[in-house]
Structures are given as structure tokens and as C-alpha cells.
């Protein structure tokens, strides 16, 4: 079984920072995309930011220039640090991979359970 766990979420003020962490754990064979996608209340998840193994990166606009996400795949971790944030930016955020078991399974799309980020003005 593969687990995704994430952690850094909290409340903060706006301007302030937090950095969110994922951890894969499990039987893992390769990792290739990694991701955050956040949950707003009542609104659709969305997109925040991805980056494959070889380090390329996409971030949603709303984003941009604020929040910036890395990896390491020596940990197989996905990291997202945020800063200058809005109230805007409150909601669950969830980590996303998608993983290979072992060279006889497919790539997998695997999700964490989520971390609160609020952000108080």
C-alpha cells in the first residue's frame, strides 16, 4: 500500500508564511508527478501547484510568485512553501502522486487526506 501524509497546515495572518510537507510511504518503485490541490469551503478542488521528477513546475495564477513548490525525491517528499497569503488562500489542502507499486503495476493516482490552512485578515 502506498500513504500520502501531510503536515505544516495551521492558522496564520495574512502576509504571513507556512510551509506544507507530503511524505509517500509504502512499497514504492517510482514517483512521477507530485502535486497540492487545495479545497476551498464550497468551492471545487483545484490545481495549486505540480512538479514532475525532473523538476518541472506549474503553478495555478493565483499563486504565482507567492508560493513555491520542491521536492525530494531522495524522500520521495513534495514541499509547498507559501508565503505573502491571503485570506483568500484558506482551505484544505491536499497532496497528490502519482506512483508506481513495482514495474509490474500501472502509475497510480494517490491522495492525502489533507491539511487546514487558514489564514485569518
Known amino acids: 500500500q502506498v500513504q500520502l501524509v501531510e503536515s505544516g497546515g495551521g492558522l496564520v495572518q495574512a502576509g504571513g508564511s507556512l510551509r506544507l510537507s507530503c511524505a509517500a510511504s509504502g512499497t514504492i518503485f517510482r514517483v512521477n508527478i507530485m502535486g497540492w490541490y487545495r479545497q476551498a469551503p464550497g468551492k471545487q478542488r483545484e490545481l495549486v501547484a505540480t512538479?514532475?521528477?525532473?523538476?518541472?513546475?506549474n503553478y495555478v495564477d493565483s499563486v504565482k510568485g507567492r508560493f513555491t513548490i520542491s521536492r525530494d525525491n531522495a524522500k520521495n517528499t513534495v514541499y509547498l512553501q507559501m508565503n505573502s497569503l491571503k485570506p483568500e488562500d484558506t482551505a484544505l489542502y491536499y497532496c497528490?502522486?502519482?506512483?508506481?507499486?513495482?514495474?509490474?503495476?500501472?502509475?497510480?493516482?494517490?491522495w492525502g487526506k489533507g491539511t487546514l490552512v487558514t489564514v485569518s485578515s
Open positions: 497528490n502522486a502519482n506512483i508506481q507499486r513495482g514495474t509490474a503495476y500501472p502509475l497510480t493516482n494517490y
Open positions: 512538479i514532475s521528477s525532473r523538476g518541472n513546475i
